[in-house]
């Protein structure tokens, strides 16, 4: 990840119990996708087993960020996205001003 | 929630299987504490069965982020953090510029 600034879209959400086969597969492939696009920067995801889940993947631009959201494979997951897989999400795009890591195995 | 400028701290970690009643306890404590703390804004936290969880808090400015994290009580915590709970961690503190939502329910 480079040094700060750089953007963040946080992508929260709560699932329905709906297609969940359907919805691991279109997880991955959004996955995979994105990794080939413009500005691609790493992406980290969790969800407990109440459905809520946080995924956050990072861009160097707005610009490759609107690219990404407008990319024609993924307009179509997130139209499913809306009609099956998710009761409701927030989606927040932030500007990623300070960061810092660390590691226990690195002490 | 505000609409956007505020700020967001995106906390992504992986838990080490040490502590699990004295975490659970802690976390709990902290978001106790968070809610009281001038600025805050709101909290969403999600952790996968492997351990590796993101949890982000909102607020309203970054001073009070800076308050937050010198609060005595929540500096303790941060030390065990480091030396029990989690095998690794990475902070970054965000501008959220833009923000929007989708609630199946309301639709």
Not at 27 to 34: D, K, N, P, Q, S
Not at 68 to 93: M, N
Request: with cysteine; charged share 25%; glycine share 10%.
């Amino acid at each position: 990840m480079p040094t700060p600034p750089y953007y963040a879209v946080i992508f929260s959400s709560q699932r329905t119990e709906a297609g969940p086969a359907g919805y691991e597969a279109a997880a991955e492939r959004m996955l995979e996708l994105a990794r080939t696009m413009p500005g691609f920067l790493g992406v980290e995801s969790a969800r407990g087993s109440d459905g809520f889940g946080i995924t956050v993947s990072y861009w160097d631009s707005l610009e490759n960020i609107r690219r990404w959201r407008e990319q024609a494979e993924h307009q179509t997951a997130q139209r499913k996205g809306r009609e099956i897989w998710y009761a409701r999400f927030e989606l927040r795009i932030c500007r990623v001003e300070h960061a810092y890591g660390y590691d226990a195995g690195r002490r």
